[in-house]
């Protein structure tokens, strides 16, 4: 788990790349504040190499490593070079220098920067010891590379882990950027005159100062409709994100490749799996993927909410991980709708775990209000919970944790999984709900809407919109003229042409790829990293994932039973009450601080905002009015609220002062 970030010379003339990519690197200490290198590549081939202050000194662990640097990056101004490459590491695997990035393969033709893990490694080294490559250490990032170095991309298939990496041919003069099947490590990248610029996040590429930050209008669009611009969008002009299972190769002309090498397995359902058979198979794949993501030379711990995805999680863990620690965070009093520590407790009290409860302090978190809008990149809709409880982690000396997302969008766990089937009769009884819509409201109105949705997938973006397409128009002044529509863009981008079995597949479908893919796996790496914390999702294991799109929907939705065989293999290790207890989800009290702590916080960026040129001042009025009157939802004023803070933080530049 590390930061890595890049600038190539698409033309391949030299340019002085220093700076620019040690401003990057220390943007993202946080990601990796155990080690820092730099690779420097001319346009002969001759390859510099720099530490930087954060460097451990050289082979003090007595480990020789190629590429392994002897001179600081300051020394380094005056060197022009084709490629830039900066890297932070979080030493996870091999704390030795053998893991010590940018790593070459021993005829230096080969260069990685890698973030993430790749959970079988030590089945590929094995694989290429066989073959006569000899490895020197034991780090993942040796095993990459050198498995790119023997089958090229075909080694992703081979992988099974999270990742983001680029390696640089120096033979070829060709740099290979790759992303993990679910998209949980980040890989941003722009074009900007004669440059590639990558980096693991968005701020970093903004810190390398060759490129200015400025609104995208329709990714900015798409974030406010969802919370978050589905990927490859971003809201930023020409940022964009490598799409998830797909890998990027720009050669030594400057044209850029880019292939998808895996998909979500849909209609791939057995029907002659029985309910046994079921909850065996995802007792063994779970159980496998969690043994995998164990696997550390530092401390492991795991979430646990209470609820049955992450608690599951933590009692299996306790099973393979004796004495565990599982945090969870409380709210008691203040939030009693959240709080989910007696559930959590009573599962704890049935395994060999350590149960840490931390009590969430308002004036505490808040304070981190600009840390939030600086983890999420875009405006977004909701605070960040996962910022608070990494804090947690990381005081309690906690290096890796383990997170249980994944398993509503595996299992149908979602309140708009059962809306599926009022959605199929609202569409039935369109010719009688159209003529009334003006005169519904609530509940009716929504069914209305819903009537006119023509397929599943869009189904999901119709129920996981923040604001409707129309609020969107009336927010930003978008000319009737435009035909924009949210729901359908996204049906462009993730499923046209896509053949679905059922509905609860479609959706499950787009719960991985606008979801999970876009807010989940962002948010929990931003936060966990601004801590130097690495999150593992024993959930989005891919086999696993493979697994579940087996089992028929039919088990995953059993009548009114959502989660139906993740339920079956929990209540073997979780308490009775983590079933029982309705579903609350992992998030803090927004709506009690936007009416407490941070009303007069809201108060003034809305004001602010409406002076911005961008939106209409009088839309954000009426929804204040509505707010007030109890029409319109605090989330929805809060997510304008942040706006205006994401225009102050990266637009107007203060993220870089």
């Not at 579903?583 to 407490?596: E, M």
């Amino acid at each position: 788990m590390c930061g890595i970030a890049g600038v190539l010379c698409l033309d391949h003339s030299e340019a002085h790349l220093t700076q620019h990519v040690s401003a990057m690197t220390r943007q993202m200490h946080h990601r990796g504040p155990d080690s820092e290198g730099y690779a420097l590549i001319r346009s002969s081939g001759h390859v510099h190499t720099y530490r930087g202050d954060d460097t451990p000194a050289a082979h003090d662990d007595g480990v020789t490593q190629f590429g392994y640097p002897d001179a600081h990056i300051a020394s380094a101004k005056d060197t022009p070079s084709i490629l830039a490459l900066g890297h932070r590491r979080l030493s996870i695997i091999d704390l030795s220098s053998h893991g010590h990035q940018p790593m070459c393969t021993p005829d230096r033709r080969y260069w990685v920067i890698f973030n993430g893990e790749i959970y079988n490694h030590r089945e590929i080294a094995t694989e290429l010891n066989k073959l006569g490559i000899a490895l020197h250490g034991h780090s993942d990032t040796e095993v990459l590379l050198n498995a790119y170095a023997c089958w090229g991309p075909g080694c992703l298939e081979r992988f099974n882990g999270m990742f983001a990496f680029a390696i640089w041919d120096n033979e070829k003069k060709q740099l290979f950027c790759a992303r993990d099947r679910v998209g949980i490590k980040p890989f941003y990248f722009t074009f900007r005159d004669n440059y590639f610029i990558f980096a693991s996040d968005i701020k970093t590429i903004i810190a390398s100062r060759l490129y200015d930050a400025r609104p995208d209008p329709e990714g900015l669009y798409l974030a406010m409709t969802f919370g978050m611009a589905p990927r490859p969008k971003t809201a930023f002009k020409d940022i964009e994100a490598l799409k998830q299972a797909h890998w990027m190769l720009i050669d030594a002309r400057g044209r850029v490749q880019t292939r998808r090498y895996w998909s979500i397995p849909v209609c791939t359902q057995d029907h002659t799996m029985s309910e046994t058979d079921t909850i065996e198979l995802l007792e063994e794949q779970l159980s496998a993927s969690i043994q995998r993501r164990l696997i550390a030379d530092v401390p492991v711990g795991t979430f646990m909410s209470g609820g049955i995805d992450s608690t599951t999680i933590a009692a299996i863990a306790s099973g393979h991980h004796p004495g565990i620690k599982a945090i969870t965070l409380a709210f008691e009093d203040a939030a009693p709708e959240l709080d989910e520590v007696s559930q959590a407790a009573a599962t704890a009290r049935m395994h060999n775990m350590q149960h840490i409860v931390h009590r969430v302090d308002p004036d505490v978190a808040l304070d981190d209000l600009d840390l939030w809008i600086d983890g999420y990149e875009e405006p977004c809709y909701t605070v960040s919970a996962n910022h608070v409880i990494s804090g947690v982690v990381k005081k309690h000396g906690i290096k890796v944790i383990l997170n249980g997302l994944g398993g509503d969008e595996l299992f149908a766990g979602y309140h708009w999984y059962r809306k599926i089937a009022y959605w199929n009769t609202a569409r039935k009884l369109r010719s009688v709900l159209q003529p009334l819509s003006p005169a519904l409201r609530g509940r009716w109105l929504i069914l209305a809407r819903a009537s006119r949705i023509s397929s599943a997938d869009r189904f999901h973006s119709f129920m996981f919109s923040r604001f409707s397409t129309q609020e969107i128009r009336a927010l930003f002044g978008i000319s009737a003229s435009c035909d924009w529509d949210s729901i359908e863009t996204v049906h462009q981008l993730y499923a046209d042409g896509v053949e679905f079995e059922d509905d609860i597949e479609a959706v499950s479908y787009m719960d991985l790829m606008n979801y999970i893919g876009n807010h989940h796996v962002h948010r929990t790496d931003q936060f966990t990293m601004m801590h130097s914390i690495e999150g593992r999702f024993p959930f989005l294991d891919h086999e696993l994932i493979e697994a579940a799109f087996r089992i028929p929907s039919k088990f995953k939705l059993k009548g009114n039973i959502q989660k139906y065989v993740l339920r079956q293999v929990a209540k073997q290790h979780i308490a009775p009450e983590c079933l029982s207890m309705k579903k609350k989800g992992f998030s803090l009290p927004l709506r009690q601080w936007v009416n407490g702590p941070l009303e007069n916080l809201v108060a003034r960026k809305l004001s602010l905002l409406k002076n911005r040129d961008t939106v209409c001042a009088d839309t954000i009025t009426t929804w204040e009015a509505e707010y007030k009157r109890g029409t319109r939802r605090a989330s929805k004023i809060w997510h304008l609220a942040a706006l205006e803070m994401w225009y102050e933080r990266f637009i107007d530049g203060q993220i870089l002062r």
